[in-house]
Structure formats: structure tokens, C-alpha cells
């Protein structure tokens, strides 16, 4: 069973560091990876999708890498913004158009 | 148009009521999701249907019944709940598919209350 773990559970920062989000899953048969953000009582925000076969995806100020066989991800938000306050979410997919497993999230706090 | 709408955005209801939660996309998309939040936790998946046909039930209890009528609508019809099932229900879609095309987007979610 994919178990999928995410550290730390809360971070605060102040305004313009340089932050790391991390990622741990238990079964490295992943189909893909995807960071998430969710600001509360709203939905999920795709930030960025990592295919198994990818080391890293780039989206603005956010990268993301991968690796599989140690079963790592990380999320690097550079210049964090206190708009950035919102809990990250990583999920792993096994399969195409299949199972996901959430991790619980990194709730980051951005103080102006 | 990279939009997954959900309707209601707030639902209250009786356990003794009937009621359907509705999403809706025009990405194309033939994988659609249902999935329960509760406060504070992750979400956890429901249903996959994938080409309008239930891939995936992960146990969940016959009183939430899913439909797909066609490739861009998902319902979740909801029978006698219990008021341990007030959660925030999440759709989201992705379209099956190498490279990109298999990231999932997600609707804003409908809020339900049993009371």
C-alpha cells in the first residue's frame, strides 16, 4: 500500500526566503507526482506534475523534482511571498487515470 | 479553459433527503473524480470513472451513488447520510494520457452538511 509522507507539517517564513517542501512515498511504481496548493475551504491548484520518467519540472518561481528510487519529492519555492500561505499538497498516482495517495499536506505560513 | 465547476457550493441537508452534488468540465477530459475532504486531511478518492465507465469504487458506502451521463458531467447522488459525512466534496478531471495531459484539475468543491 503507498504510504505517502509530507515534512514538515507547518513552516513559517518571512517574506523573500528560499524554502524546500518535501515529499516521501513508499512504493517507487509511481505513474506520476503532483504538488497541489489549497487555500482554505477551497479547492485543489495544480502547481505541477512530474512524470515518472522526469527528474524536474519548472513553473516560475516553483520547481519540482523527483526521484524515484529513493522515493523523493521536493517543492523549492523561491522568494516566498506571503501570498504563497496555503497548504501544499503532494499526491502520488499509481496507474493512469487511477489511485492517488495524498500526502497530508505542508501548511506554510509567508509573513510580511 | 482549464475549468472544473461544482454545483452547489453549499449544501445542507436531511438525513432523511435526497440530493445530488453536479460537476461539469469542457477540457476534454475522460477521467473524472469524486473525492471526500474532511477538515484538516488530505483528500480521499472516491470513484474514477474513465470513458463515461466506474473504473474505480474504493468501498464506499452504496448511500453515495455516482453517474457519469456523458464525457464532460459527473453527479454524486446522496441517500440517508449521516452527519459523519458532512465533508467537502472534490471533482476533478484529467484527461488519460502520456506527457501532460494526465494532470488532474480540480473543481472548488461543494461543501455538505448533514445535519
Known amino acids: 500500500k503507498q504510504e505517502v509522507t509530507q515534512i514538515p507539517a507547518a513552516l513559517s517564513v518571512p517574506e523573500g526566503e528560499n524554502l524546500v517542501l518535501n515529499c516521501s512515498f513508499t512504493?517507487?511504481?509511481?505513474?506520476?507526482l503532483q504538488w497541489f496548493r489549497q487555500d482554505p475551504g477551497k479547492g485543489l491548484t495544480s502547481l505541477l506534475l512530474?512524470?515518472?520518467?522526469?527528474r524536474e519540472q519548472t513553473s516560475g518561481r516553483l520547481n519540482a523534482s523527483l526521484d524515484k528510487s529513493s522515493g523523493r519529492s521536493t517543492l523549492y519555492i523561491a522568494a516566498s511571498q506571503p501570498g504563497d500561505s496555503a497548504t501544499y499538497l503532494c499526491a502520488v498516482f499509481n496507474t493512469n487515470a487511477g489511485k492517488s495517495t495524498f500526502g497530508d499536506g505542508t501548511t506554510l505560513t509567508v509573513k510580511p | 479553459d482549464t475549468e472544473v465547476t461544482q454545483t452547489p457550493k453549499h449544501l445542507v441537508m436531511g438525513m432523511t433527503n435526497k440530493k445530488s452534488l453536479k460537476c461539469e468540465q469542457h477540457?476534454?477530459?475522460?477521467?473524472m473524480y469524486w473525492y471526500k475532504q474532511k477538515a484538516k486531511k488530505p483528500p480521499e478518492l472516491m470513484f474514477v470513472y474513465s470513458y463515461e465507465k466506474l473504473s474505480i469504487n474504493e468501498s464506499v458506502p452504496s448511500r453515495f451513488s455516482p453517474e457519469c451521463p456523458n464525457s464532460s458531467l459527473l453527479n454524486l447522488h446522496l441517500h440517508a447520510l449521516q452527519p459523519e459525512d458532512s465533508a467537502l466534496y472534490l471533482c476533478?478531471?484529467?484527461?488519460?494520457?502520456?506527457?501532460?495531459?494526465?494532470?488532474?484539475?480540480f473543481g472548488p468543491g461543494t461543501r455538505l452538511t448533514v445535519l
Open positions: 512530474i512524470q515518472s520518467s522526469q
Open positions: 476533478a478531471s484529467s484527461s488519460p494520457g502520456r506527457g501532460r495531459n494526465n494532470e488532474q484539475f
Open positions: 477540457m476534454g477530459h475522460r477521467a
Open positions: 512504493d517507487s511504481a509511481i505513474y506520476n
